[in-house]
């Protein structure tokens, strides 16, 4: 007479949890490789988009200055053109883009000294396409440097600026550096 034995021992039950072990850890650490590939591409992305969108920006105001002043003062705030300020003196816009002679807008970049903060000031000069005020360009410019072509920045008819944006995500430190130089068109 053959008996049926039904159930699962011991060791099998061992066997099986085991395996089981296995296969969640394996997954679990696939999941946590792509999260870290992920992460670290998303942050390379984003300072690359911040750090080229500001340098843009930067240049092309420059090319449409009439070059650097030594300072201006933005509604309180005096900005002193040095290698961690630039002050762009701009034909002034009306509200259809048209220059308006003899009228200049100011536009300030400043690198605070105690933190990784890079600003833009505005003072334009009357109603027209630029707006009085400043604005937040990026919170993690960890390098800004104005360089200019003559020892007195007001003299130059030319300024490099290198930004350097550094940003950290769980550990993960990433840096994008670039760099330029533009001659002023205007300058007269």
């Given at each position: 007479m053959k008996t049926n034995k039904a159930g699962v021992s011991l060791v099998e039950i061992i066997i099986g949890m085991a395996l089981l072990t296995v296969f969640v850890l394996s997954i679990n650490s696939a999941i946590v490789s792509h999260y870290k590939i992920y992460d670290a591409s998303s942050i390379e992305n984003d300072i690359h988009a911040e750090n080229l969108t500001i340098m843009e920006r930067l240049s092309k105001l420059a090319r449409e200055s009439r070059g650097i002043v030594a300072s201006h003062n933005f509604s309180g705030t005096l900005l002193t053109s040095s290698s961690s300020t630039a002050v762009f003196e701009l034909p002034h816009l009306d509200l259809s883009g048209n220059i308006v002679a003899n009228y200049y807008d100011y536009l300030g970049f400043l690198k605070s000294p105690t933190s990784t903060y890079f600003y833009e000031y505005t003072d334009a000069a009357g109603t027209g396409l630029r707006k009085d005020g400043s604005r937040l360009l990026s919170k993690f410019a960890s390098k800004v440097i104005f360089g200019y072509n003559n020892s007195t920045p007001a003299n130059s008819t030319e300024i490099t600026f290198?930004?350097?944006?550094?940003?950290?995500?769980?550990?993960?430190?990433?840096?994008?550096?670039n760099s330029t130089s533009i001659y002023f068109q205007n300058k007269q």
């Open positions: 290198l930004l350097e944006i550094t940003k950290t995500l769980r550990g993960q430190q990433k840096i994008f550096s």
